[in-house]
């Protein structure tokens, strides 16, 4: 008896070798049909013997090809068409419906395999892909996924490579971005005056001014990375000056295999994981003793953000170099706080004056990707930038949420657009604080409302009324929703832990505009999607000078310092900061003079660092916080005292004994090391007694950690097991970052939460 079905496939199921799958597993089962894309995903349709056609559904989930990613299925009869065979027919597109999107992927084995086999037409080819490997977001322009939508399509494929292309047995089978040394991009060498290096091997040439000293900036997938020797102090300190990068940034760098990051980085087992996937991310390792590396690519710090070759040309440029240059720092190529360099011309008239060489190639980037940055944290991923290689991946959401444009904060920028269950988080946008990166945004929001076909109902945005995304929402026509940001940092890790009922939410930052006009940053909410009640936070402190207090942590110092002491402030600080510039700071506490109160988690960490001398100034974001950490004693047990009292409803954190007893130790001449480590577990101590208290009150038991604080490795990695040790259970984040990068998640969930209720 035969039996026929029509089955609609939705997730990341093109560009992915999906169709050539289904087409070997229907021959496989002796069925006849068709497959082919719509804007929807793929649709199959199969007739034969009932038993086979039964069989193929219950095979094709099982074993998809390794970048496909099934959401949703939909099983339903269809008329007899008699065919005689199956075959892979084109796209159809569909006004109006939209398909998720594969990420970039690094360089798969087989392709790998290829490119180094001297005997292979592809042998050193710097562009080779297939269905499992290559570019994808990046190059795309349109849906659905054919190779004239995107930036492939100037490139006329030779017969040898159009075979490949059209048959369903091979691994290129629809591979868009398919190439060869006959008829794909090819790569040149040009020095910072435009003028082209000849030569027989650019890689290999590029390679050797590498080695030579040289910085180079070479064109990846989404973008340039400025490049040099990781090993070389003064060529990374020049690279520094260079490019305007804060003087102690870390810098990102690559090594050509496992075995030579082993050598200078300790990798645990979810390390090595993240780090060979084919998402292939940067990802922080504690650096071993005596390590190899320059300590100007990341000074004052026990981490290294390391990643292997993602493309072919990244392969063939560090097989090239020599075993005693064992990593290249590969940073984002653009000054500091600008957008992502990702055009040849814009790349020479922008990195000209920081490059000596560059390495560059004919295929165009349509879409900015930097590199997303991970970590392992409590065992398990952590994402810190998420971008290359997870975006535009969707996170499922457990409703139907409508289409939502949320529009993220000022920092580590993200928007998030949202249909049906599905929201799309942009890559790493950045920093909306010049011209420059606000185009990029919204560029960025226009190109994803054509590739997801959204058109937004509502805009929801950040309460904070001067940041840029704030202003953008405020300058359309949709109808808006301002969502407080400590919210939407819980509801963005309840959202990708498809978490939808009231949860304790901790939140610690830097910053957050507060429902009341204050800063907050260390707060304890009650709360759910449709709002939140403020159980607890940190005592309000003043912040002299406003966001100057961020960059200059001494003055945060001074105001817990003087909320302890009053003007009977220790003379070692008055004669470290002087005694003029302590005064001033004392007569603006004292004056109320641009001293807004805030309960920022991050400030106090920043005051603890200036109390003990570690950093005054920042060079960049959460300085000072990062290096207090890298101190901190691991072996250490004890913490500090702290007192929590009522305000009505509110339990308030007051640090005050914390401070006095760090002073103590100051005077005591306990190590710097076990100070930090003491402050940490005090941090840990108060969190869990709120949490108490909350449950007590509540019967709530389950936990929410968000916010930057959370990428800690110190706190985070012992407040997880204190709180499931007294019987928490613990959400925290994985697919979106725990910082500011996953706020515009928990923004759409919230507003679209608001819009469903109604």
């Known amino acids: 008896m035969n039996k026929s079905l029509r089955i609609t496939v939705k997730g990341i199921v093109q560009g992915v070798g999906f169709r050539p799958y289904i087409y070997r597993l229907a021959n496989n089962f002796s069925l006849c049909g068709c497959v082919y894309n719509t804007s929807s995903g793929v649709v199959i349709e199969v007739e034969g013997d009932e038993n086979g056609v039964l069989g193929f559904i219950k095979s094709f989930p099982a074993s998809v090809p390794p970048l496909a990613k099934i959401d949703n299925i939909e099983i339903e009869s269809c008329s007899l068409e008699k065919r005689t065979q199956f075959e892979i027919i084109d796209s159809l597109p569909e006004k109006g419906r939209f398909v998720s999107i594969s990420p970039d992927m690094g360089i798969c084995r087989d392709c790998l395999s290829e490119m180094l086999s001297p005997s292979d037409r592809r042998y050193r080819y710097p562009f080779i892909n297939c269905v499992n490997c290559g570019p994808r977001f990046t190059i795309i322009q349109d849906i659905p996924y054919d190779r004239d939508k995107t930036t492939m399509r100037k490139f006329r494929m030779c017969p040898i490579c159009r075979k490949e292309y059209e048959s369903p047995s091979n691994r290129r089978y629809h591979a868009q971005p398919n190439a060869c040394h006959k008829c794909g991009p090819s790569v040149c060498l040009l020095d910072n005056d435009d003028s082209e290096i000849e030569s027989i091997d650019p890689i290999q040439q590029a390679s050797n001014l590498l080695q030579q000293s ?22 990374v300190q020049e690279l520094r000056k260079r490019k305007g990068r804060e003087e102690d940034k870390p810098f990102a760098i690559m090594s050509f295999d496992l075995a030579t990051v082993k050598k200078y980085c300790k990798v645990n087992d979810e390390a090595e994981r993240l780090l060979t996937a084919p998402s292939k991310p940067i990802v922080l390792l504690e650096k071993m003793p005596n390590c190899s590396i320059s300590t100007y690519v990341a000074p004052n710090n026990n981490y290294l953000g390391v990643m292997l070759p993602y493309t072919p040309l990244h392969y063939l440029l560090l097989l090239s170099l020599k075993p005693e240059i064992p990593a290249l720092v590969m940073t984002s190529g653009n000054f500091s706080d600008e957008p992502l360099t990702k055009d040849n011309d814009e790349a020479i008239k922008r990195l000209g004056k920081i490059a000596d060489y560059f390495l560059m190639h004919n295929r165009d980037i349509h879409s900015r990707c930097d590199d997303s940055l991970t970590s392992v944290i409590n065992s398990k991923k952590t994402i810190i930038r998420r971008s290359r290689g997870y975006a535009p991946l969707p996170i499922v959401l457990k409703l139907s949420v409508g289409q939502i444009l949320a529009v993220g904060a000022e920092f ?90 009231k949860v304790i939410g901790v939140a610690m930052d830097g910053t957050g505009y507060g429902t009341d006009g204050n800063v907050w940053g260390c707060e304890f909410l009650l709360t759910d999607y449709s709002g939140f009640e403020r159980a607890g936070h940190l005592k309000y402190l003043p912040l002299p000078g406003g966001d100057k207090a961020t960059e200059e942590p001494y003055r945060m110092a001074i ?31 004292k004056q109320g003079l641009n001293s807004p109160l805030t309960s920022s988690a991050g400030r106090l960490f920043d005051a603890i660092a200036s109390i003990l001398g570690l950093r005054d100034k920042v060079n960049y974001e959460a300085q000072s916080a990062i290096e207090l950490e890298m101190i901190a004693d691991e072996h250490e047990k004890s913490g500090y005292g702290f007192e929590i009292y009522g305000e009505g409803d509110t339990l308030i954190i007051n640090p005050t004994k914390t401070i006095f007893d760090i002073v103590g130790d100051m005077d005591s001449g306990v190590h710097l090391s076990v100070i930090s480590a003491r402050f940490h577990n005090t941090v840990l101590g108060w969190t869990l007694e709120i949490c108490r208290r909350m449950r007590d009150k509540t019967g709530i038991n389950k936990v929410a950690l968000s916010g930057g604080v959370f990428q800690n490795h110190y706190l985070s990695e012992r407040i997880n097991p204190h709180l499931e040790e007294e019987g928490f259970m613990v959400i925290s984040h994985a697919e979106v970052p725990t910082n500011d990068g996953g706020i515009s998640l928990g923004q759409a969930v919230i507003a679209g939460n608001r819009v469903i209720s109604k």
């Open 559 to 589: 105001s817990y310092l003087y909320s302890v002491f009053g003007e009977a402030i220790p003379s070692r600080f008055l004669k470290r900061w002087g005694d003029e510039k302590t005064l001033f700071i004392i007569k603006m506490l």
């Open 214 to 235: 040289n910085i180079i900036a070479i064109k990846g997938i989404g973008g340039f990375h400025l490049a040099c020797d990781a090993t070389n102090d003064m060529v």
């Open 412 to 501: 580590k920028n993200t928007f998030c657009l949202t249909r049906d269950n599905y929201a799309f988080c942009s890559q790493h946008i950045g920093d909306l604080k010049n011209y420059e990166t606000l185009k990029y945004f919204k560029e960025s929001i226009e190109r994803f409302k054509r590739l997801f076909r959204i058109e937004p109902e509502i805009i929801a945005h950040d309460l904070h009324p001067d940041y840029l995304s704030t202003k953008f929402a405020q300058e359309s026509s949709y109808p808006l929703f301002p969502i407080q940001h400590h919210h939407a940092h819980i509801a963005s890790c309840m959202a990708e832990n498809g978490v939808d009922e």
